[in-house]
C-alpha cells in the first residue's frame, strides 16, 4: 500500500511537470510525457516477479496523464498498461533485475 | 495468482474509468476538481520553469552579446531618428485611436485568463477561466498585442482548453497584410503552422506578415498570425505554400484574452 501511495505522488509529481515546468524547455516540451514511460518501465523491469505494484503504477501513471489530454479518456491508461503488461510478461522472461 | 488477480482488476478498473469519463457527464466535474487541486503546484512550476529557461537563454545569449553590441551602437542612431517620426505617429495614432474608438476593450468585448498548464503531448493549453467567466467553445484567444493564439476547444466550470493555431485540427482564412492574397492557415502539430492554398500567381516573401481574414467566420478580422519564413513554390501544384513562424510563444504570454463576441 506505501508503494503504491508514493506511486501515486511520484505520477502525479512527474505529470506536473510535464504540463508546466517542461513546457519552457524546446527539447523537452513535445515528448515530456516520455519520462512518465521510462518510470513505468524501469519499475516493471527491476520489480520481483510476484510484484503487483507496476501494473498499479501504470493505472495511476496512465490516469494522470489522461487527466491532462485532450485524447479521449483512457488512451494513456491503455497505452500504460499495455507497456507495463508487455515488459512485465515478455521482457523480464529473457532480461531479469529482482532488485525490489 | 496474486498477479492474475490484479490484472483482472486493473482490467475491470479501466473498463470501469473510461466508461464514467467517457459516456458520462462526470468527465467535466471530475477534470474540473484535479485542476482545480493541481493549479496551485501547476502555477508555482510554471512560474519556476519560466525563470530557469529564461536564464538559461540568457547564458546561451551571453556569447553572442558583444557582437551584438557593436551592432546595436551604429544602430542607435539611426534608431534615434526614426523615434523622434514614431513618437509624433504615436501621438497622432492615439488620437485617431480616441476618435475611433478602436483600442482592443473597445473593439472587442474580452476576458482575461492565465496560462497555467500544458496538455500531454498535443498543441492545447489550460488556462483558469471557464464557464463561470462566460467562456464557451470556439471563442477565439489573443495576446495583448492582437496576435492570435488559437480557440477555445473544451470547457469547465472554472478551466478551459486552448487548442493552439499550430494545432493539426485547426485551419482557417488568412490573408497577407498589405497584400490581396488569401489563403488557408492551417497547424501542423509542434508549433508549427502553414500557409496553404495560395494561388500561384500571388508574390509572396519571406517576412510578409500574415493575419486572419474574416471568411471563415471564426476568428475576427486583422489579427496577427505569424510571418513567413519559406515560401515553396512548384510546376506541379496548382498552389503554393509557406511556413509561418507564429507571433506567439505561449510560454512567455502569461496572460492572455479571450474574445468573448466580436
Redesign the interface.
Known amino acids: 500500500m506505501k508503494k503504491v501511495i508514493l506511486a501515486f505522488i511520484i505520477f502525479g509529481f512527474l505529470v506536473l511537470l510535464e504540463t508546466s515546468f517542461f513546457v519552457h524547455f524546446k527539447f523537452l516540451n513535445t515528448f515530456s510525457f516520455i519520462f512518465v514511460l521510462i518510470i513505468l518501465v524501469l519499475i516493471n523491469l527491476f520489480e520481483k516477479e510476484n510484484e503487483t505494484l507496476g501494473i498499479y503504477s501504470a493505472l495511476i501513471g496512465g490516469f494522470f496523464l489522461d487527466l491532462f489530454s485532450e485524447k479521449f479518456f483512457g488512451f494513456w491508461l491503455i497505452l500504460c498498461f499495455l507497456i507495463s503488461f508487455f515488459v512485465k510478461f515478455f521482457v523480464k522472461r529473457y532480461v531479469s533485475f529482482p532488485l525490489f | 495468482m496474486?498477479?492474475n488477480k490484479?490484472?483482472l482488476i486493473?482490467?475491470l478498473?479501466?473498463i470501469l474509468?473510461?466508461g464514467v469519463?467517457?459516456f458520462t457527464p462526470l468527465?467535466k466535474p471530475v477534470?474540473n476538481f484535479?485542476y482545480s487541486c493541481?493549479k496551485p503546484?501547476?502555477?508555482f512550476?510554471?512560474q519556476?520553469?519560466?525563470k530557469?529557461?529564461s536564464f538559461f537563454e540568457f547564458l546561451r545569449e551571453v556569447k553572442s552579446l558583444r557582437k551584438e553590441n557593436e551592432v546595436l551602437k551604429s544602430k542607435i542612431n539611426q534608431l534615434l531618428v526614426e523615434n523622434l517620426t514614431l513618437r509624433e505617429l504615436k501621438k497622432e495614432n492615439e488620437q485617431l485611436k480616441k476618435a475611433l474608438k478602436i483600442s482592443l476593450e473597445e473593439k472587442f468585448e474580452l476576458e482575461m485568463a492565465k496560462v497555467?498548464?500544458?496538455?500531454?503531448?498535443?498543441d492545447?493549453f489550460?488556462i483558469d477561466k471557464g464557464e463561470k467567466a462566460g467562456l464557451k467553445e470556439k471563442m477565439p484567444v489573443i495576446t495583448e498585442e492582437k496576435i492570435l493564439i488559437g480557440l477555445i476547444?473544451?470547457v469547465y466550470p472554472d478551466f478551459s482548453?486552448v487548442?493552439l493555431i499550430s494545432h493539426p485540427k485547426i485551419s482557417f482564412d488568412g490573408k497577407i497584410s498589405g497584400k490581396e492574397v488569401y489563403g488557408l492557415v492551417r497547424g501542423e502539430g509542434?508549433y508549427k503552422v502553414i500557409f496553404d492554398l495560395i494561388p500561384k500567381e500571388s508574390l509572396i516573401e519571406n517576412g510578409d506578415l500574415v493575419i486572419s481574414a474574416a471568411l471563415g467566420g471564426l476568428f475576427p478580422e486583422g489579427l496577427l498570425i505569424g510571418k513567413i519564413t519559406e515560401v515553396k513554390k512548384s510546376d506541379l501544384k496548382s498552389f503554393q505554400t509557406a511556413k509561418i513562424e507564429p507571433a506567439f510563444d505561449?510560454?512567455k504570454n502569461k496572460k492572455v484574452f479571450i474574445i468573448l463576441s466580436f
Request: aromatic share 16%.
Open positions: 496474486l498477479q490484479t490484472i486493473s482490467f478498473t479501466i474509468i473510461i469519463f467517457n468527465n477534470k484535479f493541481f503546484f501547476q502555477e512550476f510554471w519556476t520553469g519560466e530557469i529557461s497555467i498548464g500544458k496538455d500531454v503531448g498535443q492545447i489550460l476547444k473544451t482548453k487548442q509542434n505561449i510560454t
